[in-house]
């Protein structure tokens, strides 16, 4: 999160608008606040995956959900076009899917 915040205000000369980013993997997801433009998250977007190697895809989280799964609505920032991804922990692997 704090380097989020740092590229946050290096580059779009703004801060204290992100309260959570989640990686699961090698996918950052950015929690949008406030109706935030998606062409100003795109920027931070590219910047974290060149400053963070092990990221390679980055997806905005809108706010609220949707349907009886209470899924949320992701939207595609930046880096490979996927939702797929394995995620270790405690010498095991598992494949996550961070759409559903």
Not at 60 to 73: C, D, Q, S, V
Not at 93 to 99: A, H, I
Request: charged letters at 35%; hydrophobic letters at 40%.
């Amino acid at each position: 999160l704090r380097l989020l915040k740092e590229i946050a205000k290096e580059v779009l000369n703004e801060e204290g608008i992100w309260s959570r980013i989640d990686v699961v993997g090698d996918i950052a997801l950015i929690h949008r606040k406030f109706n935030y433009p998606i062409n100003k998250l795109k920027i931070l977007a590219n910047e974290l995956i060149k400053r963070m190697p092990g990221i390679k895809v980055v997806y905005a989280i809108e706010p609220g959900t949707r349907n009886k799964y209470r899924l949320r609505k992701l939207i595609h920032l930046a880096g490979e076009k996927r939702t797929i991804t394995i995620y270790r922990e405690h010498g095991c692997e598992y494949e996550v899917d961070v759409e559903k």
